[in-house]
């Protein structure tokens, strides 16, 4: 090691999904949305003024807070927006987890979650969900630095029910309770009501998935006016600027056009309720998901094998080799009722070919 | 306080310069360019695939990253890309002044160094710049966790000569020198060259001025890959997707655009030079600036009441009240050539009607 890397900060990066660049490519590894983003995005842009891009954007942010606070019905005091639900998780690790009890989140979970801890140097307790990938909401009563649960999770799919979620809260009054919401709009019921109730509470949720707007890199944070001061605290001493003008301008556009959004969510959870039917008769098992992917075993073949061959017919899927409890697992985003159907006629046609070396 | 405070970080934010609405007022206050960026943005946002919004963008920026290394004669390892130079900087904090030794940064100088210093709990020693706001080298010569300065100096716009800042970075081995090159295209002496002989210095730059690109939030570092890389590991530990799909393109578009970028800065330095001229007829002093800026100060009047009458007459400079020694000083942005004019006939006309007042 030469002498001028002693004070570098080494860690070990968060290693994202792949970006395969060839378009023929069925991509169902990274849970992106299928359809194109609202068609009032081309308006927006076509209405940009490209001059004032000269200029600093609204540090605040403010156009684009004010057509998530109304969608929301919060205040935009509620409303924090970051460079997607990334970047506002990572504020929110840096501002609202800073003691020396350990944090809780679940051992099987988004695995972004470690790596801000260790970035950090925050202390850290995973709770093993139970044998059915479900979270004891038990396990989160005990003393703590803060907590984070994603609802649903990930990989897994899995809701809990919000009475089970409130019950977390209620229990941690003394520390911050972040929900992940990043799939809420797939099914799920989501923490919004419980906003009036807890003052600990923050709700992240993003554009990337259910708004089809990954590209553009936009999340958000709804909490209480306070809670939300402290963390743009922080972000302003982080970096004052964060959002560009087309994110701002853009993401409001998205915002405004609920009719389009509500019909994207709506044809995506119709396949993936489809798609069970299907991967059911395939004999796969899986938690009953309410996102926008399964999470998918068979007893017949290797979750390895399964990526492999599956990655060599241009299907991509996500594989993790740890922990080791859901490594023979994938996780399958929903794509589109076409893709779906690719996906599951490949499946068909590879597994009765090599069931019998399976078996 | 409520319980659920105990454990947030508060920090005093950095206050960005204030961003009037009106079109009307004349901006002189955050060192933005007049001049509105490349005609290569129109043509491509034009040809912008909107569908790929839904995807994630490419989380090396490889297409902004290549203009980049081109442009510079590096390689494409060589290059981070960020939010902003704020967000590269900030990376840089995080990633490179790792220890409990204090770094070292000019008293009068970019105030966000203080911020991100307390935020990431990173010590620090401020250097008297001396007598004209000059630094002294041999201020750097200390024992040292590492060394931040920005070249030209803001906000005095002061440019040390190269050799002084070979000297630093030759004396610090054992530390990451980061030389802030926000001001550095309008006519000083960037430390490029050096890098091929210094593995401990790393270069910061930005689309924000010299590009026209404020409102995009693009900056960048040019390093050595190894170096490079351990920030970009910090970077995909706290945000893997960080500039989105239309700061990757139209940041490759302005990049690409060498005729416009000299142009437009060749402009500003010939307005800037008037302008000296045009204020020392006027009674100011002022640092001999190398930026898009001139830091002003007059014998017979203060700069809080010039600051308020310039921005009742809709003109915005910035006045920073901290440190003292600076507090009667003005900084002033470099616009348009009419924009100028206006300042100084303004100025001409209340200094001749406040002289005897003021005296």
């Known amino acids: 090691m030469k002498a001028w890397e002693n004070n570098i900060r080494k860690v070990i990066p968060y290693v994202p999904g ?11 590894n990274t849970n992106e949305n299928p359809y194109p983003p609202s068609p009032s995005v081309e308006k927006a842009l076509l209405g940009l003024d490209l001059d004032l891009l ?32 990334d970047d506002a998780l990572a504020m929110t690790f840096l501002t609202c987890f800073h003691s020396n009890q350990p ?8 695995s972004f979650y470690e790596v801000w801890a260790d970035l950090f140097r925050i202390p850290y307790q995973k709770q093993a969900l139970d044998g059915e990938f479900y979270i004891r909401p038990e396990d989160y009563a005990k003393k703590n630095g803060g907590v984070i649960i994603p609802n649903p999770n990930a990989p897994t799919g899995i809701c809990q029910p919000l009475g089970q979620i409130e019950e977390i809260v209620k229990n941690n009054s003394d520390v911050i309770v972040v929900i992940d919401e990043a799939y809420i709009d797939f099914g ?3 923490a919004l009501p419980l906003l009036k109730k807890y003052e600990n509470l923050l709700i992240v949720q993003t554009f990337s998935k259910s708004r ?4 553009m890199r936009i999340g958000f944070l709804l909490g209480n006016p306070d809670l939300i001061r402290y963390i743009q605290d922080c972000k302003y001493s ?3 600027y964060t959002l560009n003008q087309t994110a701002i301008t853009l993401g409001a556009a998205v915002m405004r056009d609920k009719e389009y959004f509500d019909q994207c969510r709506n044809r995506i959870m119709e396949t993936r309720e489809w798609v069970k039917t299907k991967f059911l008769e395939l004999g796969f098992s ?21 990526f492999m061959a599956l990655k060599e017919a241009g299907i991509y899927v996500r ?16 794509g589109t009722r076409e893709e779906m159907e690719c996906l599951v006629s490949f499946l068909n046609t590879y597994m009765s070919e090599n069931r019998s070396e399976s078996c």
């Open 212 to 215: 089809s707007f990954a590209g």
């Open 319 to 334: 594989h993790f080799k740890k922990p080791e409890r859901i490594s023979n697992y994938l996780r399958i985003t929903i």
């Open 238 to 240: 982080f970096n004052s």
């Open 54 to 85: 000269r200029r600093y954007p609204d540090p605040s942010a403010s156009e684009l807070v004010c057509s998530i606070a109304e969608f929301y019905g919060v205040t935009k005091e509620q409303v924090f927006a970051g460079v997607g639900s």
């Open 286 to 306: 899986f938690p009953d998901s309410m996102a926008n992917f399964l999470f998918v075993t068979h007893p017949q073949f290797a979750a390895e094998t399964l």
């Open 188 to 190: 799920g019921d989501s």
């Open 103 to 110: 944090i809780l989140f679940p051992d099987i979970t988004y």
């Open 18 to 28: 792949e970006q395969p660049q060839q378009s023929s490519v069925i991509k169902l």
